[in-house]
């Protein structure tokens, strides 16, 4: 099946740094989310991006189909961002896989 | 508000119990997804359904059942098949398409004693 892995797995950052972080997958997908999990473990949908770039306020996302990747931008981090950002993918039919998660830790 | 609920948020089971564990969405969507998290890890598929009376296993099925009687619910039995229930339990749904955005409820977290 399909593998995702997530870099960096751990990130520390004070507050107003940016960062990226990185999903490679390895093989076609037809469609991939980014998800932020809080600290109370809810799920919150920030991009659904199988291919090309989107941005919503600070955050900005892009996927490269064709070499199987997408990384996420965090700009001018806040501590509300702290949390795991997972991607997940589809591969065909229902399933989705979700990489391991980068946990990150924005300090004030 | 349209959304996913769970409950209960917080579960205690005794050893060779099974225990239900609560999903239901009035987001009017068709398809919905139990996925299973350990601490530090991603998250893992149970089971899906695609469609009301129809349900079909994920990856880590074993020692879990579920049913699908309405579209707006679909709950979890952890069974005492289940060799180590502990864990934090999400349940989500899409419009039934592969390609849609997934939604998640606020999860339950088990805690076998």
């Known amino acids: 099946g399909i593998q995702v892995e997530q870099s960096p797995p751990d990130l520390i950052l004070q507050e107003g740094a940016n960062s990226t972080l990185r999903c490679n997958f390895s093989?076609?997908?037809?469609?991939l989310q980014w998800f932020h999990q809080n600290p109370w473990g809810q799920l919150i949908n920030l991009f659904y991006?199988?291919?090309g770039t989107k941005q919503n306020g600070r955050l900005s996302a892009t996927t490269v189909a064709t070499e199987r990747y997408s990384l996420l931008y965090i700009s001018s981090s806040q501590t509300t961002d702290s949390g795991v950002y997972f991607c997940?993918?589809?591969?065909?039919?229902?399933?989705?896989?979700f990489g391991a998660g980068t946990r990150l830790f924005v300090k004030a | 508000d349209g959304g996913i609920t769970q409950s209960p948020k917080y579960l205690f089971r005794k050893e060779g119990q099974n225990v239900t564990l609560s999903c239901e969405q009035n987001?009017?969507?068709?398809?919905m997804y139990w996925y299973r998290q350990d601490p530090g890890q991603g998250l893992r598929l149970i089971y899906y359904?695609?469609?009301?009376?129809?349900?079909q296993k994920g990856d880590i099925a074993e020692g879990y059942s579920v049913s699908r009687e309405k579209k707006e619910s679909f709950p979890l039995t952890v069974t005492s098949a289940q060799k180590n229930p502990t864990a934090f339990y999400l349940c989500?749904?899409?419009?039934?398409?592969?390609?849609?955005?997934?939604?998640f409820g606020p999860g339950t977290r088990l805690t076998v004693l």
């Open positions: 997940a993918v589809g591969g065909g039919g229902f399933k989705t896989i």
């Open positions: 093989d076609s997908v037809n469609n």
């Open positions: 991006i199988p291919s």
């Open positions: 987001l009017n969507h068709d398809a």
């Open positions: 359904s695609q469609i009301v009376n129809d349900f």
């Open positions: 989500a749904s899409n419009e039934g398409s592969s390609t849609d955005t997934q939604y």
